[in-house]
């Protein structure tokens, strides 16, 4: 059951709760038909997500010092906190689907978590209950042998995926395979030197996939690396 805070039990109920974790916050009057659309949904989607959030509900009208404080302009307004601080929000009677969404921004999902953890028996069972997500299907990828990884990332997009995806058809080539274990032992530039200075030469399927493989490995090293930087030079020449 939701808490109802006051201007009073404001700082205790929210502020100092979102300490120990995410407090979600429904602002509402009497009054606002949107409010009672709202309010039903938000309770559920919160008990649904047991003890990892908690939902206060401000009356507005009785409260009008903590709304003046967080600038309650309109209502319903939901605002969520996180170490006393407000880290999301939306306004309006937003649909079932866009509350859940909201929520899963604020709480992580037990698919979540599991991903977070890691290792096979965790990454299959996130892929149960989320059986599109690609970064559970990227890192599964890499535990298993290479035909069932093949299958995980067949419809996966995304740099990561398609680029692992390109990896293992690549490797079957062991001047190829030898780029990547480069990459693998920390010599990036030179791995990454190898598989662009095969692109000239190569044609078609291959030629795509030495440039996903490149790509995907300049995603994870990221925008501001000074490899990446050079890499994307050379790539760039070497496929134009």
Request: net charge negative; aromatic share 4%; hydrophobic share 45%.
């Amino acid at each position: 059951m939701p808490i109802d805070a006051t201007d009073t039990t404001f700082e205790q109920d929210v502020l100092q709760r979102s300490y120990e974790k995410p407090v979600v916050v429904d602002f509402w009057a009497e009054w606002c038909g949107p409010c009672r659309m709202l309010g039903p949904v938000i309770e559920q989607a919160v008990a649904e997500r047991g003890d990892a959030v908690e939902l206060v509900k401000v009356d507005t009208d009785a409260n009008p010092g903590v709304s003046r404080a967080f600038g309650i302009q309109s209502i319903p307004a939901v605002k969520a906190f996180k170490d006393g601080k407000v880290v999301d929000e939306f306004v309006g009677a937003l649909p079932p689907a866009q509350v859940k969404r909201f929520l899963d921004r604020i709480v992580p999902s037990e698919a979540d978590a599991l991903v977070a953890e890691g290792g096979e028996a965790n990454l299959r069972r996130a892929l149960e209950l989320e059986p599109t997500r690609v970064d559970a299907k990227v890192a599964l990828a890499r535990l298993v042998p290479r035909e069932e990884a093949l299958e995980l990332l067949a419809n996966a997009a995304g740099f990561a995926a398609e680029g692992l995806a390109a990896r293992l058809r690549l490797e079957e080539d062991p001047n190829l395979a030898e780029a990547f274990a480069a990459i693998d032992r920390g010599d990036v530039e030179a791995g990454l030197d190898t598989l662009i200075g095969a692109i000239p030469a190569s044609q078609g399927e291959q030629r795509e996939d030495l440039r996903r493989a490149v790509v995907g490995v300049l995603d994870e090293l990221g925008v501001e690396h000074p490899v990446a930087r050079e890499a994307r030079r050379k790539l760039a020449n070497a496929l134009y």
